[in-house]
Nanobody, 124 residues
Framework: QVQLVESGGGLVQAGGSLRLSCVASGRTFSSYTMGWFRQAPGKKREFVAAITWRGRNTYYADSVKGRFTISNDNAKNTVYLQMNSLKPEDTAVYYC?????????????????WGQGTQVTVSS
C-alpha cells in the first residue's frame, strides 16, 4: 500500500518561502509520477506541479511558474515543493499525489494515491 505523508506547511508572510516535503513509502517509486495539488477554502482542488520520478520532467501551473520548484530525492523517496515569493492567494491545503507511470499530470483523477495534506497560509 502506498503511503504519502506531507510536511512543511505553516504560516508565512507574503514574499516569504516554504518548502513542502512528501515522503512516499510502500512501493518502489522509480516509475511513478508525483504531483502537488492545492485546495483553497470554497474552491476546487487544483494542480500545482508534477515530476516524473525517473525522467525528472517537471510541470507547473501557470500561476506558480517561476516561483515554485518541484524536485525529488530518489534515495529518500521524497518529493519537495520549494515555494518562493509566496502570495496570499497561495493559501491552501497542499496535497501530494502519486501514480504509476506517465499520466495526465494536471488532472486530479489521474492519481490514485494521496496524502492527508498540509496547510499553507500566506498573510498579507
Amino acid at each position: 500500500q502506498v503511503q504519502l505523508v506531507e510536511s512543511g506547511g505553516g504560516l508565512v508572510q507574503a514574499g516569504g518561502s516554504l518548502r513542502l516535503s512528501c515522503v512516499a513509502s510502500g512501493r518502489t517509486f522509480s516509475s511513478y509520477t508525483m504531483g502537488w495539488f492545492r485546495q483553497a477554502p470554497g474552491k476546487k482542488r487544483e494542480f500545482v506541479a508534477a515530476i516524473t520520478w525517473r525522467g525528472r520532467n517537471t510541470y507547473y501551473a501557470d500561476s506558480v511558474k517561476g516561483r515554485f520548484t518541484i524536485s525529488n530525492d530518489n534515495a529518500k523517496n521524497t518529493v519537495y515543493l520549494q515555494m518562493n515569493s509566496l502570495k496570499p492567494e497561495d493559501t491552501a491545503v497542499y496535497y501530494c499525489a502519486a501514480e504509476v507511470g506517465i499520466v495526465v499530470v494536471h488532472t486530479e483523477s489521474s492519481y490514485n494515491y494521496w496524502g492527508q495534506g498540509t496547510q499553507v497560509t500566506v498573510s498579507s
